[in-house]
């Protein structure tokens, strides 16, 4: 495919680049990076009580975070796609629209059918992220780009960090509506910054939208991902879950298929097939993986009753500001990342990130007696994460075409929630092989805990290993 000259070069663009200018560029896509991430963890630590607050069952709340999944799968590699063709900031913007107005549609109803529907238009903002990192790469003073790259990627982790406290304080003292009001507000004032302050890339590839492989590629995902996320209700010997994932392997297959015989294919099989590109997917996958455990071994695990042998019995807000420290150093950390990256490389700061990570499981495997030992075991789980999220991007954009960075990107974020999900189905199944029953109720063990750990510690390692198999190259 023929890049088509927009008659500006991103050179051009990024001289006229004042510093006010970039930074404030990089304020307005920051934010809605931070409320997109937000979004996705705000109903996490309220679940339980959704279902006597809406009158319905525990299996139909849950496709409030399930439909949210699902759409963000699919609407990640598309409006990625979509973003190189027509306007990376035009798609950015179609996001952060999305979740303005899924906000403000969950925001006034307690009717479950629209509060998942919400949810689900919601998931479409999740093509952000990847977004505003391309769209940024593109527009400012190459000096500012490792920067901002990495403060964009340390928003998928401080978003969730912050969501979790913030969930809980309005659990405490409000209606679980105030949430979606919040996203609702700074949605649209990111969303008005983007539109006023952000130009458009001017590296747009134009042609033809792929409408069947677009179609093929959203029913794989939704059939591999869907059975991932229900597998704990459903159950592993259940057919229905064997049956998607069928389905799915068939469907991803002819997508693969269709795509080298088109001329204009929707996602570039010959780009993924470059080592370094493999590679840095294949250590998202596991980084994704290795990081599950930090969100629901947290939280959770300080908020068990004492009698498991491990929690604390603490509310759910002081659950959710444990998470808090992790996730501000990776707010801090994200310049520290920038440097690495400069001074040593993607790969090698990747490498970096994702050994600290290991290093925070061993010490949550290890030390547990006291709740400040929890909370610096995910601290260290969260620096190592700021490092990680700053560094695969940055090797994403070295080995990629500027009018294809949205596309890579989007498809990079894709494998990184693969990773989650994979991990959410085995760790859901580690949790609930061994538990501790009080009373009524049955919560994980703390071997289970620790089993949990050690598989992501592992995948962390592993991750490392694949990370320093990739070869270093300056950003394109």
């Keep these: 495919m023929q890049h088509e000259p927009s008659g500006v070069s991103d050179a051009e663009i990024a001289s006229h680049t004042s510093p006010g200018r970039a930074r404030l560029e990089l304020f307005v896509v920051g934010l809605g990076a931070l409320v997109v991430s937000l979004a996705q963890s705000l109903l996490i630590p309220v679940l339980g009580e959704l279902p006597g607050d809406l009158h319905t069952s525990s299996s139909t ?68 992220i990847p977004l505003g990192i391309s769209l940024l790469a593109g527009l400012l003073p190459r000096e500012r780009v490792g920067s901002a790259v990495a403060l964009i990627s340390a928003m998928l982790g401080v978003g969730g960090a912050l969501g979790l406290p913030l969930a809980g304080f309005v659990a405490e003292h409000a209606d679980f509506h105030a949430l979606f009001w919040i996203t609702a507000g700074v949605g649209l004032v990111a969303f008005i910054g983007i539109l006023t302050i952000v130009p458009e890339s001017p590296n747009r590839s134009g042609g033809r939208v792929d409408i069947v492989g677009a179609v093929i590629l959203a029913a794989g995902l939704v059939c591999l991902l869907l059975p991932l996320s229900e597998s704990s209700s459903w159950g592993w010997d259940s057919a229905k879950v064997w049956v998607l994932l069928a389905i799915a392997v068939a469907l991803i297959v002819l997508f693969g298929w269709s795509q080298t015989r088109i001329r204009e294919p929707l996602v570039d099989l010959k780009a993924l097939r470059r080592k370094p590109i493999v590679l840095a997917n294949l250590a998202s ?53 920038a440097k690495l990256i400069t001074q040593r490389g993607g790969p090698q700061t990747l490498a970096l990130g994702a050994l600290i990570v290991a290093v925070g499981f061993l010490a949550r495997i290890s030390v547990h007696d006291h709740l400040w030992q929890v909370i610096v075991g995910s601290t260290i789980i969260g620096i190592g994460t700021g490092i990680g999220y700053a560094a695969l991007p940055s090797i994403i954009n070295a080995h990629t075409p500027v009018h294809e960075l949205a596309a890579a990107n989007g498809l990079n974020s894709l494998f990184r929630s693969l ?20 009373g009524a109720f049955e919560l994980p063990s703390l071997t289970a805990y620790r089993e949990l750990f050690a598989l992501c510690g592992a995948a962390a390692v592993l991750a490392a290993v694949v990370a320093l198999g990739i070869p270093h190259r300056r950003t394109a």
């Design 419 to 438: 990773g989650s999900s994979l991990a959410s189905a085995i760790g859901g199944s580690l949790l609930a092989g061994s538990v501790v029953h009080l």
């Design 285 to 337: 996958i596991l980084f994704g993986f290795a990081l599950f455990a930090s969100f629901i071994g947290t939280a959770a695990y300080v908020e068990a009753p004492e009698q498991t042998g491990y929690g604390f019995g603490s509310s759910l807000l002081v659950g959710g500001l444990a998470m808090l420290p992790g996730g501000l150093m990776m707010l801090v950390f994200s310049p520290v990342a």
């Design 61 to 128: 709340v849950s496709w409030l975070l399930t439909s949210t999944l699902l759409v963000a799968a699919v609407s990640v590699p598309i409006m990625g796609r979509l973003g190189d063709m027509f306007g990376k900031r035009l798609l950015l913007l179609v996001a952060i629209g999305a979740l303005v107005v899924g906000s403000l549609l969950t925001a006034v109803t307690s009717n479950i059918p629209l509060l998942i529907t919400g949810r689900a238009i919601q998931g479409a903002s999740a093509a952000a």
